[in-house]
């Protein structure tokens, strides 16, 4: 029985490295770079991410605007911050006897694994921790019941989309409408606990690696956020974090992680030529090229303690750094 539970837990655990690999692949093919021929990127970008029950034109379209905008504080798709005065005036849902724990350990390691097990879910369902104008002008979708403001990556009608968008994201239904066939076929095969041991297991990894790797992308004391009126293209692109995750990052991941500088830079370069990009423009950038050594894992969790929200450091300047305790604002070197 024991050697039976590590078995099914290496398997888990190596197959969701398999599967973020195949993630990412369908991320070159979102961007372009994964061939010459955009039908060919978006068969292939298709096919894999439905696999992976991830709707692919509909991130397509949003993750195009996290790199059109990134780190801005109003029009970027994913992990925009709190601002001090945000983080103070946010919603307290939490009794207040348990508001006496916030600030320990405990508390933030269930919070992180809620992080990394819902994230991704709550943002194809709900759009979370996107900018206030991340939206288009022209989405304007009434939603399936109606409602103005769905924001739902799975919904043809959702306000993310324009009109001449909606029949993508009914493509990329279909996509998932198939998988979960196979898969709903396979639990009839073998049953619901080994579907769940086979497919979601690995699933749950693929998800925990891709909240952490893109929250830890933009999300460091050294890295800055603007508002719409300091913001630039180029600034956006340098608020950008490369880090080193040895074996699985150079041969699981696709140096995702490694080399994410140079792909915020030019997007359409393939990951196979990302190494020797990087190693082109860190002369170039200097001080403005961020690399962080600190181990992948423990960075995350320091990480997600330590960086709560953020705050001007000059009033009225449009850039924000993190906030830490003790600290009024964090420049960026």
């Known amino acids: 029985m024991t050697l039976r539970i ?36 978006d068969i292939i970008g298709w096919a894999l991410h439905s696999l992976l029950l991830v709707p692919y034109f509909s991130w397509k379209i949003t993750h195009a605007r996290h790199h059109r905008y990134t780190n801005n504080t109003e029009r970027d798709t994913a992990f925009v911050p709190w601002t001090d005065k945000e983080y103070e005036g946010r919603p307290r849902n939490l009794p207040a006897w348990l508001e006496h724990f916030e600030d320990t350990p405990i508390y933030s390691l269930l919070s992180l694994l809620a992080h990394q097990l819902a994230g991704w879910q709550m943002y194809l369902c709900f759009y979370v921790t996107a900018g206030t104008k991340s939206r288009p002008v022209q989405g304007k979708g009434s939603g399936w019941f109606g409602y103005q403001q769905s924001t739902s990556h799975f919904d043809p009608a959702s306000s993310l989309w324009t009109e001449n968008q909606r029949h993508l994201i009914a493509i990329s239904d279909f996509g998932l409408l198939l998988v979960g066939g196979a898969v709903w076929f396979l639990s009839q095969q073998v049953g619901l606990l080994k579907t769940f041991l086979i497919y979601f297991v690995p699933y749950l990894w693929v998800h925990h690696w891709l909240v952490a790797i893109t929250y830890l992308h933009h999300t460091h004391r050294d890295i800055a956020h603007y508002t719409d009126a300091t913001w630039t293209f180029t600034r956006g692109a340098l608020s950008t974090v490369d880090r080193d995750f040895g074996f699985i990052g150079r041969h699981f991941f696709h140096h995702i992680i490694d080399h994410h500088v140079v792909h915020h830079l030019f997007s359409r370069i393939p990951f196979y030529r990302a190494e020797e990009a990087t190693d082109a423009i860190i002369p170039v950038l200097g001080d403005q090229y961020h690399k962080e050594e600190t181990g992948f894992l423990r960075s995350l969790v320091q990480t997600y303690a330590a960086c709560q929200y953020v705050g001007e450091t000059e009033k009225g300047s449009g850039v924000y750094h993190w906030v830490f305790e003790g600290e009024k604002g964090v420049k960026a070197e």
């Not at 888990?12 to 060919?40: K, M, N, R």
Request: glycine fraction near 16%.
């Open 6 to 41: 590590l078995a099914w837990t290496a398997y888990g655990f190596a197959q969701g490295c398999v599967g973020t690999g195949i993630w990412i692949l369908a991320h070159e093919c979102g961007h372009g770079a994964f061939s010459p021929y955009t039908l060919v990127n």
